[in-house]
């Protein structure tokens, strides 16, 4: 897999309530989180320069299905896991997208997946994957990226590493 760099944008923790629930609280910031999906139970801790973060609940009126230790950084755009160093291994784990696609004003309008996947529901940018991206089979990584931001670039859009 290719590295992943996180760019803070939240789009993973948004809907994470769904899957990451609290099953216990233990007090000191420690709790018991179960994942519905994969029926296991970790063990976290707030991290002890995220109390005050962690403390602002404020995040759930705008987004009510977040993940429970999901917060914005106030006065910013930043995301934060607040116990980002006890994460569950699916946390661990996870790379929001390898390519991010970017339309002329700068706004998302799609996401290459790391399972060379399109995830947008922009009809043009979707035609586009569909009638020259998808047909290209290169079996390196590096290059297969390349020839991607190339297609995409020359069709207009700005994409992200």
Request: with cysteine.
């Amino acid at each position: 897999m290719l590295p992943f760099e996180c760019f803070q944008c939240g789009e993973c923790c948004s809907y994470l309530g769904y899957v990451h629930v609290i099953k216990e609280e233990y007090g000191d910031y420690r709790f018991l989180v179960h994942n519905n999906y994969t029926n296991e139970d970790t063990p976290v801790t707030v991290d002890p320069d995220k109390l005050g973060l962690f403390d602002d609940k404020s995040i759930f009126t705008a987004l009510p299905d977040a993940c429970p230790f999901f917060r914005f950084q106030p006065g910013t755009d930043k995301a934060w896991c607040t116990a980002h160093l006890t994460r569950p291994d699916i946390c661990r784990d996870y790379g929001c997208w390898r390519l991010l696609i970017l339309d002329h004003k700068g706004r998302r309008v799609g996401r290459i997946m790391n399972i060379r996947t399109l995830c947008s529901e922009n009809a043009l940018l979707t035609k586009i994957w569909e009638s020259c991206v998808e047909e290209h089979k290169e079996p390196d990584d590096r290059k297969w990226e390349e020839t991607m931001t190339r297609i995409l670039r020359n069709a207009g859009y700005t994409v992200r590493r």
